[in-house]
């Protein structure tokens, strides 16, 4: 790999870095005796500082090596920097040992259904028997499968108890959640030093820790997550401090269920202006027969509300949002669902129905937020230092 390819690795780690011709904020990254440039939307937070510095050690150490040449060096690199931020994290976890496992496990099948797993590791336990152990693999590979089961295991992956999470323990949260549902029962039982993984049916393996998500692997590449500070890029991305902060859940819910969908935050009414099928509205009294059903559930649904209490009805939203077409919403309500967007000249051209709806949505005047098939989200936006500016995205899970 090239020194530009090591860095473009890096970057890609990170949803917070964006390249683009100008932003807000530089983020410097050194590879050998090349220095590149990415942007990101506010001044990197410590955490962020700190693994920039080991990705540039990490990069010159690993480029030194033969395998550098090799087409799997790209993977190498990754999952050595998806290494170096979960050892930031803690170091009361053998990570390593964790990865090892987690690799082989998410191409394992039982009953010819792919293997998932729920595990919280509390390095303040004594295991007895190692979870990673090939040898226990017809038993436990079954086992923690379940939405609310789950094993504990100490800091060295050997198992200290086998566990569910009872309903009188699952608690309603009330706010905004730096992390998709899917952890939420583990997250209600566990302590402040805990850290859970997650293998999913869709071979999505996710790392949290209290109160945020960590790392992610999807399809073999790994994304790293300082949730904070990304919820505050997604704000600055979309312009809205509450959109950001509440659609950030939703994003990733619609993401791990692997249905395509774009939402559309209109704040002046602009992008639904250029809807090919008027019928879509649920705010002007006339949707089509089938959106009847959904009008008194949409309306009730302000994802630009507060964000003290969390989007009601979001199982509800993530369901319409799957219907073909754009979610489209603004300051106080949802103004369509499954709109067709009339696509931009601008946006002509673009790969895939969906990406063109969203770029067309952004020329438009709106700011979108796209779920591709695949689980990648990406949101279009305005990056700008001084009086230049230009069109960049955020992509990452």
Not at 131 to 146: N, P, Q, V, Y
Not at 311 to 331: Q, S, T
């Amino acid at each position: 790999m090239s020194p530009e390819q090591v860095f473009r690795t890096i970057v890609s780690l990170v949803p917070n870095w964006y390249m683009a011709e100008y932003g807000p904020k530089k983020v410097q990254i050194q590879v050998g005796d090349s220095s590149f440039e990415c942007h990101a939307l506010i001044n990197p937070p410590p955490s962020l500082r700190k693994f920039r510095e080991k990705s540039e050690a990490l990069a010159a150490k690993l480029m030194t090596c033969p395998s550098a040449i090799y087409p799997t060096f790209g993977d190498i690199l990754r999952e050595a920097l998806a290494l170096a931020w979960l050892q930031q994290a803690t170091d009361k976890i053998d990570w390593a040992k964790l990865l090892d496992y987690a690799g082989p496990l998410a191409d394992r099948t039982y009953e010819n259904a792919p293997v998932t797993v729920n595990v919280i590791a509390r390095p303040s336990e004594t295991g007895l028997h190692d979870l990673a152990d090939e040898r226990f693999g017809k038993i436990t590979d079954h086992l923690s499968s379940g939405l609310f089961t789950y094993f504990i295991v100490d800091g060295s992956l050997r198992v200290a108890d086998y566990c569910e999470v009872g309903w009188d323990e699952i608690t309603t949260s009330a706010s905004y959640k730096l992390y998709p549902e899917l952890p939420h029962p583990f997250q209600c039982v566990m302590k402040k030093c805990d850290y859970s993984f997650h293998l999913t049916r869709q071979r999505d393996f996710l790392v949290s820790k209290k109160g945020g998500l960590l790392a992610a692997r999807r399809k073999r590449r790994w994304k790293i997550y300082d949730v904070a500070t990304l919820k505050n890029h997604i704000v600055s991305g979309l312009g809205s401090y509450k959109v950001g902060a509440n659609v950030f859940e939703v994003l990733f819910d619609l993401s791990l269920r692997r249905h395509g969908a774009l939402l559309v935050y209109d704040p002046q009414d602009k992008a639904i202006l250029n809807v090919a099928n008027p019928e879509c509205r649920i705010d002007t009294g006339i949707p089509s027969a089938g959106r009847e059903l959904i009008v008194s559930v949409a309306s009730k649904i302000n994802l630009a509300g507060s964000v003290g209490k969390v989007v009601p009805n979001k199982r509800l939203l993530l369901e319409m949002a799957g219907i073909d077409g754009a979610v489209i919403f603004n300051d106080s309500q949802i103004t369509a669902v499954g709109a067709i967007i009339n696509t931009h000249e601008e946006a002509s051209g673009k790969a895939g129905a969906r990406s063109t709806a969203s770029l067309s949505a952004y020329h438009w005047g709106g700011r979108p937020a796209k779920v591709s098939a695949d689980g990648e989200i990406n949101i279009i936006f305005k990056s700008d230092r001084g009086d230049q500016e230009c069109r960049a995205e955020l992509e990452w899970l």
